[in-house]
């Protein structure tokens, strides 16, 4: 009984230390990400965050992260209230697709982890600037390129953060 208890009492502080990551790493994407925007594009670190936790914790862990990730950045930015949820939420589901159980830590330390932002983000960037460009001003291949391609590059350099400071711990 009593080990049931610590294992609850685990899990319940991981997804304390979620929210509190994802806390801080709003405060980054609105503050400082202006410094190192190329071309109006940015990483999106809650992406890559929504990706970390559906990898760690599974599919529906994924989906539920990306979903209330996405509403608190709708509801913060004044964006259009849903789309960032939306889209989150597939993210969310895309990136839990590639859960392992008992391989969570091999992925997030791999170059694997860094081919799933990339996946999770092209998709999710696709359906995000979809409902944002007037497909009428630009060709599907600069859209392709630029809202597809270039964005989620982007955040996939930004991914690699996350993925050495996971191994520099485990070596240490």
Aim: aromatic letters at 16%.
């Amino acid at each position: 009984m009593n080990r049931t208890k610590k294992k609850i009492n685990h899990g319940f502080q991981r997804y304390v230390v979620y929210a509190i990551v994802a806390i801080l790493l709003s405060l980054i994407q609105f503050s400082l990400l202006n410094f190192v925007e190329v071309q109006g594009i940015t990483p999106d670190l809650l992406l890559i965050l929504c990706v970390w936790i559906a990898i760690r914790e599974g599919r529906f862990t994924g989906i539920i992260a990306g979903f209330l990730i996405g509403i608190t950045l709708d509801i913060v930015s004044f964006d259009l209230v849903g789309i960032n949820a939306f889209t989150k939420t597939i993210a969310g589901f895309v990136a839990g697709s590639f859960y392992q159980e008992g391989k969570e830590q091999l992925i997030l330390h791999g170059l694997k982890f860094l081919l799933i932002v990339f996946i999770s983000s092209f998709i999710h960037n696709l359906i995000y600037f979809f409902f944002y460009i007037k497909l009428s001003d630009i060709t599907f291949v600069s859209f392709f390129l630029k809202y597809g391609i270039a964005f989620s590059f982007y955040t996939t350099v930004f991914a690699v953060i996350p993925m050495l400071i996971k191994r520099k711990e485990r070596i240490i």
